[in-house]
């Protein structure tokens, strides 16, 4: 039995320099991107799920907890903070921060109760649970059904860095990225990480040493879910509305898709994945549920012949850790 | 009154389609280590190929409850050989994103030819009208939906608790290489395994026909309960499997007259409760 992620090198300081290059690059490339003519809007978006993707891998990838629901996380984020901002008419710090906390608070609850079983019936559970939240959403009424919440004001981020000018909120949703991928990758290269990692390999032996294992897993699934969260609160700020589809399950199986594209358990992997499936989805806008399909087809392609991913290929190339 | 009994009906109703999916997906798991994403999508096909059945072929119902099983039995058994069979010795989790995979694929293509609203499927005309049972009005269809799941269910249980194929299969489940050595087939019997447990996915969709109508969608909702009602249940015995599928529909059918809002979610807060107090599931193993 081969885990889901079938190699770690280990962390050496030479696969942090690369890694440590490879971000810097990454920066200053998506730093240029409003001088390039490439729509920001779709670039923000990319963003958004490449940081979710991110958070979904340091569970999959790192702790070999395959979640089937994280788009619970982005979705209740999203509704927290659209509800602060046009509701409570809070500044967008407070807003990003309340969608956080609903997602800190929903991942405390959901990862104590789906981290009691593992392996496949984790993923049953989580999908379950998101499924049960889409009910909730689905009735509660500050949602709005199937309206969602629409038209959130952007406002002035500590009250004059202004958010509707599209360049500004462009900076402060890649500032956001970044933060959020710099916590993950310390994360991952923490003793913290090296524990998750021990026991995605071998659960038993990780107790046998003395670990709560419940505890790391419970801790990594908190952290995962709030970071999902942060993307679904900056989600709100591009799409200026929260709705329903956020909190779906296929939501939660794109996410799925975009980390098993850009390579299961590799560090920049998500984030290509992200960007690959969005452009995918705006470029195959016009061919319905053709999109669905095809994103099958990629399903299956993957699982059966590209199970290390871009990424996961590319550091294979080059005996690489990226 | 009335009320009450026309939900516990429809519970019952339900549950048939639990019990049926639930003890296809535990089958399956048994022998594939696979847990069938695809399962939601080949019951919507088994509706699908009992409409076309009618509407192209004129084959009655009573056909399309032998044929339908059998084509998407089939058409599960190609899928098994051509892309489920190489993913032996990979993670189980593996098999979870495959599965979804051909289930976006086959909602996907069902979705772009037929949109998403129902096609109406008639009920055959020898179970049409209905029998007052004194105490409540009873529709012969639905009553036949419960009573024919019912008996299918205790044949499948039958068949693999007490029978000669049964063992080999159980035994196989246990230990593939040494049932190999004994001289049996098992990628075969995997296969036809794998036939058996859409078979029953397509025979729910061909009995959920006349009363959900044959919509694209139908199943995709519905295999996120089936997982939850296996979560409940764990997957280690079949009768597990059939009791907690008709139980749960039956707590959904009493929810939806007692507290309606619940009733989407009830079966899902049910596994939360089962999962705080005893992990493993009603009936299942350790995993």
């Known amino acids: 039995m081969t885990s889901i ?17 490879v971000f810097v690059i990454m920066a200053a490339l998506l730093a240029i991107v409003p001088f390039t003519g490439l729509y920001p809007f779709f670039v923000m978006q ?31 984020a999203g509704y927290c903070s659209a509800h602060a901002l046009k509701v409570w008419g809070f500044p967008p710090e407070l807003g990003i921060l309340t969608g956080i906390a609903g997602a800190f608070v929903l991942s405390i609850i959901t990862g104590y109760i789906s981290i009691r079983r593992q392996g496949i019936y984790f993923s049953m559970i989580t999908l379950a649970l998101s499924q049960l939240l889409y009910f909730v959403y689905l009735q509660t009424p500050f949602t709005h059904g199937e309206d969602g919440i629409q038209g959130i004001p952007q406002g002035k981020l500590f009250g004059f860095i202004d958010l509707s000018k599209p360049v500004t909120l462009y900076y402060v949703v890649l500032v956001g990225f970044l933060a959020g991928f710099l916590l993950i990758f310390r994360t991952i290269n923490s003793p913290f990480g090296e524990v998750l990692k021990s026991i995605r390999e071998n659960e038993q032996r990780a107790i046998s040493l003395g670990y709560k294992t419940d505890q790391y897993k419970l801790l990594a699934f908190i952290l995962s879910g709030t970071i999902a969260g942060f993307a679904g609160s900056l989600k709100v ?10 909190v779906h399950w296929s939501m939660s199986g794109e996410i799925v898709l975009m980390t098993l594209v850009g390579g299961l358990g590799t560090v920049f992997g998500p984030v290509v994945g992200a960007f690959v499936i969005i452009a995918m989805q705006q470029y195959l806008a016009g061919f319905g549920q053709w999109v669905t399909v095809i994103q099958g087809v990629i399903f299956v392609a993957c699982v059966l012949t590209f199970r290390r991913g871009v990424v996961g290929e590319i550091a294979h190339l080059f005996k690489r850790s990226l | 009154m009335q009320a009450l009994y026309a939900q516990l009906l429809v519970g019952l109703i339900n549950g048939s389609f639990y019990a049926l999916l639930s003890l296809g997906l535990a089958v399956i798991f048994g022998m594939l280590n696979i847990i069938n994403f695809a399962h939601g999508a080949l019951y919507m096909m088994g ?13 009655n119902y009573w056909w399309a409850l032998l044929l339908a099983p059998i084509i998407v039995g089939i058409f599960g058994m190609i899928l098994e050989r051509t892309l489920l069979q190489w993913l032996t010795g990979l993670d189980h989790l593996y098999g979870l994103l495959l599965t979804f995979g051909i289930a976006l694929i086959v909602q996907g293509i069902f979705q772009n030819y037929f949109g998403s609203s129902g096609l109406p499927y008639a009920i055959p005309d020898q179970l049409r009208g209905g029998m007052n049972l004194g105490f409540m009005f009873l529709p012969i269809y639905r009553g036949w939906v419960v009573v024919f799941s019912l008996v299918v269910c205790l044949a499948t249980w039958f068949l693999i608790e007490r029978t000669r194929l049964g063992a080999y299969l159980r035994a196989a489940t246990e230990n593939p290489t040494l049932v190999r050595a004994f001289g049996i087939n098992v990628p075969r019997m995997i296969t036809l395994t794998y036939g058996l447990g859409v078979g029953l996915a397509a025979l729910a969709g061909v009995l959920s026909a006349p009363i959900n109508q044959v919509r694209p969608l139908m199943g995709a909702d519905l295999i996120i309960v089936v997982f939850a009602v296996v979560v409940i249940g764990g997957m280690g015995s079949i009768m597990g499997s059939i009791i907690t599928g008709f139980a749960l529909g039956v707590v959904e059918g009493l929810t939806k007259y007692f507290y309606p809002e619940a009733s989407n979610t009830v079966v899902f807060v049910l596994m939360v409760l089962v999962l705080l107090v005893k992990p493993t599931g009603l009936t299942g193993r350790a995993a």
């Not at chain 1, 992620?5 to 290059?21: F, K, S, W």
């Not at chain 2, 509706?47 to 084959?59: E, M, P, Q, T, V």
């Open chain 1, 5 to 21: 992620t079938d190699e770690t090198l280990p962390i050496t300081p030479r696969a942090m320099r690369d890694e440590m290059i």
């Open chain 1, 46 to 76: 990319a963003l958004c799920f490449a940081l979710l993707a991110c958070a979904f891998n340091l569970l999959i990838g790192y702790g070999g907890l395959l979640s089937f629901g994280h788009a619970m996380f982005l979705g209740t």
């Open chain 1, 237 to 246: 700020f591009v799409a200026q509305n929260a709705s329903l589809t956020d």
């Open chain 2, 47 to 59: 509706a699908f190929c009992a409409y076309f059945l009618l509407n192209l072929g004129g084959i």
